[in-house]
């Protein structure tokens, strides 16, 4: 049974089309940050043990990813008509390594902003699994009753770590090894009334 739906934003509700290799660039150019040989994820190891690197770090992606936002995001036609419909049904939270006000703003580009209870972005976590755990306890719902919404491997693995169930839009990205694939969010809602209606039997054959 579904009670509650955790929703990734980049890829699932819309695609920023912001590269790594955008940030490094950016963060190169505007904040004198080189990275390394380990590229963007060794220069954010490095910026989590020093504050004034988080802090240039930070600066520069947070301008990066609004710029995309008001210029060159792409909307997915069925976002809208999708949440809406699901939000008016069941509690919904977003988990998003974007940052707070890119996301916010996202949300309220689209109109759908009143439907997401909960945001949990990279102030709050820079790991998937902790957002959705904070996810799960902020909407108060059984692990086991909640579906996460990915669109990458990552998400696959921090839903199943935590125990929740998990969908994964797949848009023309390589197959994951194994699990549930959506190749739109329009799929969503017959895929969740087919998980109640498995759900209803497994419990009158109990």
Known sequence: MIEGIIFDMDGVLVALNVSVEEM???????????PGPSGFRGLL???????????ALMEVIDE?????????????????RVVAYL??????????????????MVLEKLGIRRFFKFIFTREDSFFRREQVEK??????????RVLVVGDRRSDKVAAEEVGCKVVIVRRGQPTIER?????SLDELPRLIEQIQVQRGRSHRNA
């Open 24 to 34: 490094l660039k950016r963060a190169e150019e505007k904040a004198g940050l080189k």
């Open 45 to 55: 190891e490095h910026a989590m043990r020093d504050r004034g690197v988080y802090r």
């Open 64 to 80: 990066l990813e609004v710029s995309a936002v008001e210029e060159r995001m792409t909307v997915f036609p069925e976002t809208k």
């Open 87 to 104: 939000g008016e049904r069941y509690p919904l939270a977003l988990v998003t390594l974007q940052g707070r006000r890119a996301a916010e």
């Open 135 to 144: 996810a799960v306890q902020a909407l108060g719902i059984d692990k086991e």
């Open 179 to 183: 699990g549930e694939f959506i190749s």
